[in-house]
């Protein structure tokens, strides 16, 4: 049976990432749900934006060309009403959050959701 991921990435957004991370070194994102720059997922240097015993790790994207993996943390409170949902990190032209690793590139990242099937949702709760 395939595992069972939170999180996935779109080729466009990938290929961003692995250009991020040759100027920045490792990065990560955070979605913190609030508004303004929180309601898109940011993306920072890893270790740069320090994670809470709130956050929830997840999952990490498995990107080619970027060995170590990028992970995607949320902040608790926004996970209790995400957590049904699998979540696709998107690329869009247009200016995003100004502390976002991307914003210089005159594009921003975005989520597309779709709801996790029953399935998925106990598959998740197995682990």
Do not use: K
């Not at 979605?31 to 929180?38: K, R």
Request: charged share 25%.
């Amino acid at each position: 049976m395939a595992p069972v991921s939170r999180v996935a990435v779109t080729g466009e957004a990938a290929e961003l990432l692995r250009r991020l991370r040759e100027s920045h070194g490792p990065v990560m994102f955070h979605q913190s749900g609030g508004c303004c720059d929180g309601s898109s997922p940011m993306c920072y240097p890893r270790g740069e934006f320090r994670t809470g015993a709130n956050d929830v790790l997840l999952g990490e994207l498995d990107v080619p060309g970027v060995p170590e993996g990028v992970e995607v943390w949320m902040s608790g409170p926004q996970f209790e009403y995400w957590r049904h949902t699998h979540l696709t990190i998107d690329v869009v032209a247009g200016r995003g959050g100004g502390f976002s690793l991307e914003a210089p590139e005159g594009v921003r990242f975005l989520l597309r959701s779709r709801l996790l099937t029953d399935g998925e949702l106990d598959r998740l709760d197995q682990r």
